[in-house]
């Protein structure tokens, strides 16, 4: 949980975070950059991990979340809650997933903002052997969900073609200017992804790449730029 800190700025004031996530760096300052590292070796079968990040009225976070996850064979979940509060800001970097054969992945994000609040994320997908993997992506703004979608990898029918590519990164921001940010985001990604605003205040980036790094370099950067 991170919350305001008067003239300081904003400060990590609880964290409870155990296996399989540590935070290993948590910054007071106006705009406060946290840390945390995945320290096992991957979501086996039965295993659910939740990461849930309240960002309280005012406050200014970045999240940047490193050391992939590995999604091994079998039934497993992972769900990434994002709480932003009015007047706050908060920024999360995804560090990727990578199916392997035989793995049924699920994969939650969930956006929850107040009135006045700003947020950005991101998840990127190795897809090579994401044949049972489903991503599920949920913006809720005032209590009302605004934007929902699932995105099921042995669906013919998907929206978008993966063709050579190996890698799905999605990205998503809740800012009054999202109209003129998705024009500024489309230039940014070039041939490999496009964005759109689907709802007012609402942005929504897709991307392709060879690589989680490939990926995390053309989303990460717009993701961060939230807060400058």
Do not use: K
């Not at 190996?166 to 990604?189: E, Q």
Request: charge should be positive; include cysteine; charged fraction near 20%.
């Amino acid at each position: 949980m991170f919350t305001s800190a008067g003239p300081r700025g904003t400060a990590l004031s609880e964290s409870t975070a155990g296996s399989p996530w540590r935070v290993v760096r948590a910054t007071t300052a106006q705009h406060c950059d946290a840390t945390l590292v995945q320290t096992q070796g991957g979501v086996l079968d039965g295993d659910r991990w939740r990461v849930d990040v309240h960002a309280e009225q005012d406050t200014s976070v970045r999240l940047h979340a490193v050391g992939a996850t590995i999604a091994h064979r079998g039934a497993s979940a992972t769900r990434t809650r994002l709480r932003v509060a009015r007047g706050a800001t908060l920024t999360w970097r995804s560090p990727g997933v990578i199916a392997m054969e035989g793995a049924r992945l699920r994969i939650s994000t969930i956006v929850d903002v107040d009135r006045g609040a700003r947020a950005a994320a991101s998840e990127i997908l190795a897809t090579a052997h994401a044949h049972d993997a489903v991503l599920r992506l949920v913006v809720i703004r005032d209590s009302a969900v605004l934007y929902e979608e699932r995105t099921g990898f042995h669906d013919a029918r998907q929206p978008w073609r993966l063709g050579t590519a190996t890698h799905l990164g999605t990205a998503v921001a809740i800012t009054p200017d999202a109209t003129t940010r998705a024009r500024r985001w489309n230039r940014a990604l070039h041939s490999s992804g496009a964005a759109t605003s689907p709802r007012p205040s609402l942005l929504v980036a897709r991307v392709l790449g060879s690589s989680l790094q490939e990926v995390d370099a053309l989303l990460g950067p717009l993701v961060d730029e939230l807060i400058s």
